[in-house]
């Protein structure tokens, strides 16, 4: 098992930036990718960037692309997820996934006001 704890979340304005943090513990040596999700009020729950656990290889949703940075520390077996330029339409709770979805951690809210 891989357990998840998320931290960061916060109100800020538009145009502020944010760091989100999550650190896992547990079986870290079975994590292979780390996801960041996030799910804004009555919509589904959508992809927001993925890092390669040893490679460190990125990719990103086009809404993203250019304003959020997702990196990892390996030796604090923690992703980061640095979100600039942050939008009123960032607004959700983010969850930080491992593998892709099989452990979630409980998420953190991210609300961006205009």
């Known amino acids: 098992q891989v357990q998840l704890v998320e931290s960061g979340g916060g109100l800020v304005q538009a145009g502020d930036s944010l760091r989100l943090s999550c650190a896992a513990s547990?079986?870290?040596?079975?994590?292979?990718?780390m996801n960041w999700f996030r799910q804004a009020p009555g919509k589904e729950r959508e992809f927001v960037a993925v890092?390669?656990?040893?490679?460190?290889?990125?990719y990103y949703a086009a809404s993203v692309k250019g304003r959020f940075t997702i990196s990892r520390d390996n030796a604090k077996n923690t992703v980061y997820l640095q979100m600039n330029s942050l939008k009123p339409e960032d607004t959700a709770v983010y969850y930080c996934?491992?593998?892709?979805?099989?452990?979630w951690g409980q998420g953190t809210q991210v609300t961006v006001s205009s």
């Open positions: 890092v390669s656990w040893s490679a460190g290889s990125t």
């Open positions: 547990g079986r870290t040596v079975s994590i292979m990718t």
């Open positions: 996934a491992a593998n892709g979805g099989q452990y």
